[in-house]
């Protein structure tokens, strides 16, 4: 299975926008790009997914590499409540699994 | 609307001793899914139930068995508990539709931190 890498943590100033990279060399043509959030003490949730074009939700912005083997989700305006681990998954097209790796952990800073 | 349920939420066990954790959903969800995370990790698959009647295991199924006993609850059983099961187990469910722009969204329980001596 195509497998994610993402930075241990990442810290940001409250209000500012923030990019978090995730590469994933091996995806395949047909895989899906999925983000989601951990909060503390929490299961995951749901916050943005894409397979090739950039997209935008109310939560965050998705960048997707042209060639596909990187993405970059971005929260335009941190705040205290976007304090948490968050997940880059890959998901085959026709599958439902995720498989999860180590996240990035993001800190806000008031 | 409860979405995922997962009873109970904390547990406590001798090695050796025996346990089903429950999980439930409200959604109408044809998949259901249970995951692990240990201190410090991501989530591991552990078996998934892709609609009802069908189980199959994941990234990490030993020591572990599963029964889909209808379409709204999906059961995890340890046989015989072992300290390195001692972890927080997370239920999920999702709708499964495929096709073009197909979300699979899994929505996830708030898990159960089981703790085996």
């Known amino acids: 299975d195509a497998k994610t890498t993402q930075p241990n943590s990442m810290e940001s100033n409250e209000e500012e926008p923030v990019h978090l990279p995730c590469n994933h060399s091996t995806i395949s043509g047909t895989d899906y790009i999925h983000w989601y959030r951990q909060l503390p003490s929490q299961g995951p949730e749901y916050v943005i997914h894409g397979l090739t074009s950039n997209v935008n939700n109310r939560m965050a912005s998705l960048a997707i590499a042209e060639d596909r083997k990187s993405s970059t989700l971005i929260l335009h305006r941190a705040t205290l409540r976007d304090a948490a681990v968050y997940y880059c998954?890959?998901?085959?097209?026709?599958?439902?699994?995720?498989?999860f790796g180590t996240g990035t952990s993001l800190t806000v800073i008031p | 609307n409860a979405g995922v349920t997962q009873t109970p939420k904390f547990q406590v066990l001798k090695t050796g001793q025996s346990m089903t954790l429950q999980c439930a959903q409200d959604m109408n969800h044809n998949s259901m899914y249970w995951y692990r995370q240990d201190p410090g990790m991501g989530l591991r698959l552990i078996y998934y139930?892709?609609?009802?009647?069908?189980?199959d295991k994941g990234e990490v199924p030993n020591g572990y068995n599963v029964s889909r006993l209808n379409k709204r609850e999906f059961s995890l059983r340890l046989e015989s508990a072992a300290p390195s099961q001692t972890s927080v187990y997370f239920c999920a469910s999702s709708e499964s539709v495929y096709g073009q722009g197909a979300n699979n969204e899994q929505f996830f329980g708030p898990g159960t931190r089981l703790t085996v001596l």
């Open positions: 998954i890959l998901r085959a097209y026709t599958g439902n699994q995720f498989y």
């Open positions: 139930s892709a609609s009802e009647g069908t189980t």
